[in-house]
């Protein structure tokens, strides 16, 4: 059933949840291990807020307490609940509170005997101790001091004797139930403040140390680095070991959550397939599926949180363009590149918002240069950092220069420049390897992810109907081109029938002759309208670039005065902007393609439909026409000479 959202929740296993991130293997070691340990001992299950901690816990839970078979009873405590709208003091006191009397209550201890236990545990608390034992046998504890400090002090003997009477309740449990032991499962460590957590795990050491106890906690180092500095101060070389010791005096085993061999490849399919993102047919494509899964690597990571947003937003872009009417503005040619530049730029929105915004402004990244720079403000390079950065496979072109120093002004991109350059050099290769241009493809793509980001454009982003668009401009067009071109009028038909995001011309009787493609984005607050065809011009398995297959075939002249006619008539028309034959060159199949490539740029829709904007449009697409049969004849000829070659 398609759904519209990938649900956050933790992994179910008792409701038959499956494990998508292929973490079974762990699940059951770490089952082995527990059910065959010496006792007491504090398992910490470590990784980043989102990792899939919660999830392995609920598996841990399932697999060693649950079923008539199970060897232990369990305790789940969720530390996040206990901590909310309360202060340190009341937070420690109502988990240590919640943990005792949840030992009790399957124990089938009585009531009163678990205030007693209460009343002596907290009994030593400082001079508030009557207060706050009568607070915490009601649960409306509202003391304040230190907890910590107090146990240091008068409350030694009281866990002494509170330790002796729990470790009595669980054994005489265990042996009247037939069980093994109690496990405690402490979930949400990482989402209370630090110091309180650290002080939570002192106290867990001081009492729950127990024979017949398995602590599994879901914690990160980083947390307990963070909640150690009040005491240690930064962690630095120098203090690093005082750091590393407490974290080892508390915790016997350590368990850093496998994220790295999480195989996301099933569950990225699963939920873009469960989101009507990708349908059942272009799921097939393995190679597509691997390259979102590169994308997710290189941008959220496989963070199992992280991902999830991924495929949220992804699937909200969606709905959006659903409900807008532009479901079907994919060409069918290309739908699967577009799917593709879709995913990594919401990726990219999501882990490198900085990026993103630049994106927006400049779409054709790989022409980032010195005046891109000086727009963002960023750091010049000095000689030595530029030598170091040409033996660099990832930063030795001048865009990738420019997103190197972007990257420096942050730390975390600092951190992870190296994944964005090759993130923006595997989109870069599977846009041009398709035939397309990265600033046209980029730039229509980018305003459909406008919707999840976070950040204000500096300019707005202009909202339209491209198929709608496109269709009319067309119909205004060529008519005015029928005009200009008497002697084909009858073969001047639009091409294909449905208009996406992509509108055909075709000036012959068969489709792909010499054809021209209309395509819109949103650029700058305006709307940029591109004109582009291409043609095959020479094989690229006999040289590595097009002028030098050109020149053996003995064109090269021809094909000089070519190129210098196409950058000089686009001159005698206000707005229009071409690129050089030689900056628009591709290899696809085994051929050189030149793409014949313009745009215009105006502030609305409506500016296009002006009168004098459909007649120089019309202009500009007839010399394009003009330039298509020259090209075609070269073409031919050199062909001709590589086949006689053969």
Not at 335 to 361: D, K
Not at 570 to 593: A, E, P, S
Request: proline residues 3%.
């Amino acid at each position: 059933m398609i759904k519209s959202s990938i649900t956050d929740s933790p992994r179910n296993v008792s409701n038959g949840e499956k494990d998508n991130f292929g973490i079974e293997p762990f699940e059951n070691g770490l089952t082995k291990f527990i059910n065959n340990s010496n006792t007491p001992i504090t398992i910490a299950l470590q990784g980043e807020w989102g990792s899939g901690k919660t999830s392995l816990m609920n598996s841990l839970k399932e697999n060693l307490s649950v079923g008539d078979n199970s060897k232990h009873h369990s305790i789940w405590l969720n530390t996040w609940e206990y901590a909310l709208m309360k202060d340190a003091q009341s937070t420690l006191m109502d988990i240590i509170t919640g943990l005792i009397q949840e030992t009790s209550k399957i124990a089938n201890v009585d009531e009163t005997t678990t205030k007693k236990l209460l009343g002596k545990l907290w009994s030593g608390i400082k001079d508030t101790s009557k207060v706050v034992a009568k607070n915490a046998l009601d649960k409306t504890i509202d003391g304040a001091g230190s907890v910590i400090d107090a146990f240091s002090t008068k409350g030694k003997s009281s866990i002494s004797e509170v330790r002796t009477e729990l470790e009595k309740i669980i054994e005489a449990c265990i042996k009247k139930d037939n069980k093994q032991g109690f496990i405690f499962f402490i979930d949400d460590l990482d989402r209370i403040d630090p110091p309180i957590a650290v002080q939570l795990l002192e106290l867990l050491k001081n009492i729950f140390t127990l024979k017949n106890c398995v602590f599994i906690l879901a914690i990160d180092y980083d947390v307990v680095i963070k909640g150690l500095e009040p005491k240690f101060g930064k962690l630095t070389a120098k203090n690093e070991r005082e750091f590393r010791s407490f974290f080892d005096k508390i915790i016997q085993v350590p368990f850093s959550m496998p994220v790295s061999s999480y195989d996301i490849n099933g569950f990225l399919k699963d939920s873009l397939i469960s989101t009507n993102y990708i349908s059942e047919n272009v799921a097939k494509n393995n190679e597509l599926i691997t390259k979102f899964s590169e994308i997710s690597n290189l941008s959220v990571g496989k963070n199992p949180r992280a991902l999830k947003r991924l495929m949220n937003s992804l699937s909200l872009i969606s709905c959006i363009n659903l409900a807008k009417g532009n479901d079907h503005e994919s060409d069918p040619l290309n739908e699967e590149l577009e799917l593709l530049v879709n995913f990594a730029l919401v990726s990219i929105q999501i882990a490198y918002p900085q990026v993103y915004r630049l994106l927006t402004l400049h779409s054709g990244f790989d022409n980032w240069n010195e005046n891109v720079a000086l727009q963002m403000n960023l750091k010049p390079l000095d000689q030595q950092s530029i030598d170091k950065l040409n033996q660099s496979e990832e930063f030795d072109e001048e865009w990738e220069k420019v997103l190197f120093r972007l990257c420096e002004n942050d730390h975390y991109l600092k951190k992870r420049a190296l994944n964005i350059s090759r993130l923006l050099n595997s989109l870069k290769s599977s846009i041009i390897d398709k035939g397309e241009n990265i600033e046209d493809l980029i730039g229509s793509v980018i305003s459909l992810s406008s919707v999840t980001n976070l950040e204000a454009f500096d300019k707005p982003v202009v909202d339209y109907h491209k198929g709608n668009f496109l269709k009319h401009l067309r119909n205004l067009i060529i008519p005015q081109l029928k005009n200009n071109l008497p002697e084909i009028a009858h073969q001047i038909n639009p091409q294909g029938k449905r208009v996406q995001s992509n509108a055909y011309i075709k000036f012959t009787e068969k489709d792909w002759g010499h054809w021209l493609q209309l395509r819109s984005h949103p650029f700058e607050g305006g709307i940029r309208l591109i004109m582009l065809s291409d043609k095959w011009v020479s094989p690229a398995n006999k040289h590595k670039s097009v002028q030098n297959a050109i020149k053996e075939a003995g064109f090269e002249t021809e094909f000089k005065e070519l190129e210098t006619n196409w950058n000089n008539y686009i001159k005698k028309y206000h707005n229009f902007t071409t690129l050089d034959f030689y900056n628009q060159v591709t290899t696809h199949k085994g051929c050189h393609v030149i793409v014949l490539y313009t745009y215009l740029t105006l502030p609305n829709i409506e500016a296009f439909y002006t009168e004098e904007n459909i007649k120089n449009t019309s202009l500009v697409i007839t010399e394009f026409y003009h330039f298509l049969v020259r090209l075609e004849e070269l073409k031919e000829k050199v062909w001709e000479f590589y086949k006689s070659r053969e």
